[in-house]
T-cell receptor
Framework: GENVEQHPSTLSVQEGDSAVIKCTYS??????FPWYKQELGKRPQLIID???NVGEKKDQRIAVTLNKTAKHFSLHITETQPEDSAVYFC????WGTGGTSYGKLTFGQGTILTVHP | DAGVTQSPTHLIKTRGQQVTLRCSPI?????VSWYQQVLGQGPQFIFQ???????GRGNFPDRFSARQFPNYSSELNVNALLLGDSALYLC?????????????FGDGTRLSIL
């Protein structure tokens, strides 16, 4: 089955610095890659996503890049702020027309991001 | 607009008991997925339902079951509870079942097994 590895597990940066979180996936049929931000005790919140026919996507301070050949994708946060502190999860999904994995999101283990003022 | 709503928010059960968790999707969303999130880990896929039919199942024992109602709300049932079932149970909804449909999560139900 699909496996998603996420690194680093913890990341500490100073306010204003950039942060990069990387994920690799095993299933070459995966074609949708969302990123979620989860603050303590709250729901995972979709912050950005990318489809396999796109190499890069930006939304203000957040960008995601995808390398299908290497099967990895990354989240880039620029000009970090203390409110960016949270756990970030990458995920991958394979489009299927049947079987037991239909619609399934496979998540990475998470990265605890701490932004120091 | 209301987001995904789940009930109850917290639940305490003992081993061997049964539990039912409920989820109401975002208005207009027809697909509901259930995930289990153990502390310190990413969510693990349990089920996906679309148009009241099961469309995906993760690697969970038969003690876990779910259903979706005509109004697209959903219930997750877990029988014969084990200590290892203690987790945050998340429901996510999406408009349909296509690969371009992002999933939006509810706040979850925190289940504690004593």
């Amino acid at each position: 089955g699909e496996n998603v590895e996420q690194h680093p597990s913890t990341l500490s940066v100073q306010e204003g610095d950039s942060a990069v979180i990387k994920c690799t996936y095993s299933d070459s049929a995966s074609n949708y890659f969302p990123w979620y931000k989860q603050e303590l005790g709250k729901r995972p919140q979709l912050i950005i996503d990318i489809r396999s026919n796109v190499g890069e996507k930006k939304d203000q301070r957040i960008a995601v890049t995808l390398n299908k050949t290497a099967k990895h994708f990354s989240l880039h946060i620029t000009e970090t702020q203390p409110e960016d502190s949270a756990v970030y999860f990458c995920a991958a999904r394979r489009w299927g027309t049947g079987g037991t994995s239909y619609g399934k999101l496979t998540f990475g283990q998470g990265t605890i991001l701490t932004v120091h003022p | 607009d209301a987001g995904v709503t789940q009930s109850p928010t917290h639940l305490i059960k003992t081993r061997g008991q049964q539990v039912t968790l409920r989820c109401s999707p975002i208005s207009g969303h027809k697909s509901v997925s259930w995930y289990q999130q153990v502390l310190g880990q990413g969510p693990q896929f349990i089920f996906q339902y679309y148009e009241k039919e099961e469309r995906g199942r993760g690697n969970f024992p038969d003690r876990f079951s779910a259903r979706q109602f005509p109004n697209y709300s959903s219930e997750l049932n877990v029988n014969a509870l084990l200590l290892g079932d203690s987790a945050l149970y998340l429901c996510a909804s999406s408009p349909g079942q296509g690969w371009v449909q992002p999933q939006h999560f509810g706040d979850g139900t925190r289940l504690s097994i004593l």
